[in-house]
């Protein structure tokens, strides 16, 4: 294998073990999210987009040598089988290489944009929970508010039925009591659709995963069938 198919096959390779860092249960979303955002990653983040373009086009580019390659030595297996044995298993050999540069380069690819595909996915859901926990806080905090606002008035009241100043105030807070039922209410509704969003990124997740099983499946015995021919 030429240098630059190494590069290929090595980049595919560690493409495929980050796949399976990102995808196995290895580290929580808030953790993803931490090292997206670490001080090294943060310095490249204004130059992503063009270093993701660049890996893009290389890989492309790789990729039609592939097919090329595949196509020039198609046609010669027809003509060099009917010349000398030697020819035609140079041939083979040369068709065997090509298109095992192939699926190098194809599966590099595709591993590319599943990576930052499922990059954007964890940080979505990062921030979903997060805001799923700012919400339940801030529910809990209006709710130990009322209550404690409710203590007060039935204490208030106990002492002071007659004072109408003091009904006045009861009056008041019970409005307050009435007004955190309704932001306690809709915290619990933003807390579900925060939760059907985390669930559909997860079953996203899932989608991807199996998508990747399936077509690492097929490398695996696509290769198997080659080695067999060869």
Request: aromatic letters at 6%.
């Given at each position: 294998?030429s240098l630059q198919w190494t590069l290929i096959a090595t980049f595919l390779y560690a493409e495929i073990i980050f796949?399976?860092?990102l995808v196995l249960p290895v580290a929580s979303p808030e953790r993803w999210q931490k090292f997206f955002k670490s001080?090294?990653?943060?310095?490249?983040?204004?130059?992503?987009?063009?270093?993701?373009?660049?890996?893009?086009?290389?890989?492309?580019?790789?990729?039609?040598?592939?097919?090329?390659?595949?196509?020039?030595?198609?046609?010669?297996?027809?003509?060099?089988?009917?010349?000398?044995?030697?020819?035609?298993?140079?041939?083979?050999?040369?068709?065997?290489?090509?298109?095992?540069?192939?699926?190098?380069?194809?599966?590099?690819?595709?591993?590319?944009?599943?990576?930052?595909?499922?990059?954007?996915?964890?940080?979505?859901?990062?921030?979903?929970?997060?805001?799923?926990?700012?919400?339940?806080?801030?529910?809990?905090?209006?709710?130990?508010?009322?209550?404690?606002?409710?203590?007060q008035t039935q204490t208030s009241t106990a002492q002071n039925t007659t004072n109408e100043a003091h009904d006045r105030?009861?009056?008041?807070?019970?409005?307050?009591?009435?007004?955190?039922?309704?932001?306690?209410?809709?915290?619990?509704?933003?807390?579900?659709?925060?939760?059907?969003?985390?669930?559909?990124?997860?079953?996203?997740?899932?989608?991807?995963?199996?998508?990747?099983?399936?077509?690492?499946?097929?490398?695996?015995?696509?290769?198997?069938?080659?080695?067999?021919?060869?």
């Open positions: 294998m796949v399976l860092l001080r090294f990653l943060k310095s490249l983040s204004s130059q992503a987009s063009v270093y993701f373009l660049v890996l893009l086009a290389i890989l492309i580019l790789f990729f039609l040598d592939a097919i090329r390659e595949m196509k020039k030595y198609s046609s010669s297996e027809v003509e060099a089988a009917h010349s000398h044995l030697d020819a035609e298993m140079q041939v083979n050999m040369r068709l065997f290489r090509a298109q095992r540069n192939f699926y190098i380069s194809g599966f590099a690819l595709f591993l590319s944009l599943v990576i930052r595909r499922l990059v954007l996915l964890i940080s979505t859901q990062a921030t979903l929970l997060a805001e799923s926990k700012a919400a339940m806080r801030q529910a809990k905090s209006a709710t130990t508010a009322a209550r404690s606002l409710m203590a105030e009861v009056t008041e807070l019970k409005e307050k009591l009435a007004k955190a039922e309704k932001e306690l209410q809709t915290e619990k509704k933003d807390k579900e659709a925060v939760k059907q969003q985390a669930e559909a990124v997860s079953a996203e997740y899932d989608r991807l995963l199996e998508e990747h099983s399936k077509l690492q499946a097929k490398v695996e015995v696509g290769d198997g069938e080659k080695k067999k021919d060869a």
